[in-house]
């Protein structure tokens, strides 16, 4: 395994000053291994590959047990392979025998910063959860995005969407009204879509009784809007583009063309590279045509 800044070989003649003195500044992780060990070396590779994601908040110290029995017996080890993590000169936690990712990255993150990603990095991340539907996962990667930088408009407007989806209306819209520039005009006007169709749903009929409606009578204009609304604060998105959409069809001046003006805003909030933006957009031109 070629060694790297943060992955170094310790003996008993360094291990005081490499491991313990070192673990005041950062916490020191101490891989117990021998060379006969089958377990040890299957070990290695996720520990330094772990230790690297660190960017140097974490370092990894190797001890060769077959060779360092001092450092072996000072410590009480038993068994192979053991890992140990220090922090301000003192053993803190640790494991014996091979463990899955998972549970050495829990063992870590009380004991070890996490390196600070890029604002870019950041942003993109909370782009990811948010189109999975990880709310507040990605709510705080833009808490910490805008403790640097409160103005970065794409991190506001994205936040607003998140304490939207989460019910908090007028925090959403005070973020909103927060965002400078026209940098990003269509993704704010996608943002305020949303708060309109969370609000105007709350103040609708079930979406049980409005299917119940259109059942009785396929025409019923306002009950195939509201229904439309009700899919849209819902994120069912492609039922409502098609309700809206035949509802244009049937009857382009309902409401002085509100089923019109609903669609341009849901092709806002998607945003114009979205699959489905381009699959109605070119039926609405269509029908217009």
Same mark, same amino acid.
Request: a negative charge.
């Given at each position: 395994?070629?060694?790297?800044?943060?992955?170094?070989?310790?003996?008993?003649?360094?291990?005081?000053?490499?491991?313990?003195?070192?673990?005041?500044?950062?916490?020191?992780?101490?891989?117990?291994?021998?060379?006969?060990?089958?377990?040890?070396?299957?070990?290695?590779?996720?520990?330094?590959?772990?230790?690297?994601?660190?960017?140097?908040?974490?370092?990894?110290?190797?001890?060769?047990?077959?060779?360092?029995?001092?450092?072996?017996?000072?410590?009480?080890?038993?068994?192979?392979?053991?890992?140990?993590?220090?922090?301000?000169?003192?053993?803190?936690?640790?494991?014996?025998?091979?463990?899955?990712?998972?549970?050495?990255?829990?063992?870590?993150?009380?004991?070890?910063?996490?390196?600070?990603?890029?604002?870019?990095?950041?942003?993109?991340?909370?782009?990811?959860?948010?189109?999975?539907?990880?709310?507040?996962?990605?709510?705080?990667?833009?808490?910490?995005?805008?403790?640097?930088?409160?103005?970065?408009?794409?991190?506001?407007?994205?936040?607003?969407?998140?304490?939207?989806?989460?019910?908090?209306?007028?925090?959403?819209?005070?973020?909103?009204?927060?965002?400078?520039?026209?940098?990003?005009?269509?993704?704010?006007?996608?943002?305020?879509?949303?708060?309109?169709?969370?609000?105007?749903?709350?103040?609708?009929?079930?979406?049980?009784?409005?299917?119940?409606?259109?059942?009785?009578?396929?025409?019923?204009?306002?009950?195939? =809007?509201?229904?439309?609304?009700?899919?849209?604060?819902?994120?069912? =998105?492609?039922?409502?583009?098609?309700?809206?959409?035949?509802?244009?069809?049937?009857?382009?001046?309902?409401?002085?063309?509100?089923?019109?003006?609903?669609?341009?805003?849901?092709?806002?909030?998607?945003?114009?590279?979205?699959?489905?933006?381009?699959?109605?957009?070119?039926?609405? =031109?269509?029908?217009?045509?």
């Amino acid at each position: 395994m070629s060694q790297t800044p943060y992955i170094f070989d310790v003996t008993s003649a360094n291990f005081e000053q490499l491991v313990l003195e070192n673990s005041f500044h950062k916490p020191v992780l101490v891989d117990f291994w021998a060379e006969w060990c089958a377990p040890c070396k299957a070990l290695m590779p996720l520990l330094a590959k772990i230790t690297e994601e660190y960017q140097g908040e974490l370092v990894l110290a190797k001890v060769n047990c077959d060779i360092e029995q001092d450092v072996v017996a000072r410590f009480g080890v038993r068994s192979l392979p053991t890992v140990v993590l220090f922090k301000d000169g003192q053993p803190v936690d640790g494991f014996a025998g091979a463990q899955p990712e998972s549970a050495i990255r829990a063992m870590l993150e009380p004991h070890v910063q996490a390196p600070a990603a890029p604002e870019a990095d950041l942003l993109e991340s909370a782009q990811a959860l948010f189109a999975e539907g990880r709310i507040s996962e990605a709510e705080n990667l833009l808490k910490q995005l805008l403790a640097e930088d409160n103005e970065n408009a794409a991190a506001l407007i994205l936040y607003a969407r998140c304490l939207a989806e989460r019910g908090e209306l007028g925090e959403a819209e005070l973020v909103l009204d927060a965002v400078k520039g026209d940098e990003h005009k269509q993704a704010l006007a996608g943002a305020r879509a949303q708060l309109t169709f969370l609000r105007q749903a709350n103040d609708l009929p079930e979406v049980a009784d409005l299917k119940s409606r259109l059942a009785q009578n396929a025409e019923d204009d306002e009950a195939a =809007y509201q229904l439309a609304v009700q899919q849209l604060a819902r994120q069912q =998105y492609e039922a409502a583009l098609e309700g809206l959409l035949k509802l244009f069809v049937r009857n382009r001046g309902y409401a002085e063309g509100l089923a019109h003006k609903t669609l341009l805003q849901v092709f806002d909030l998607l945003g114009s590279e979205h699959p489905l933006v381009t699959t109605y957009r070119r039926k609405l =031109y269509q029908a217009l045509y």
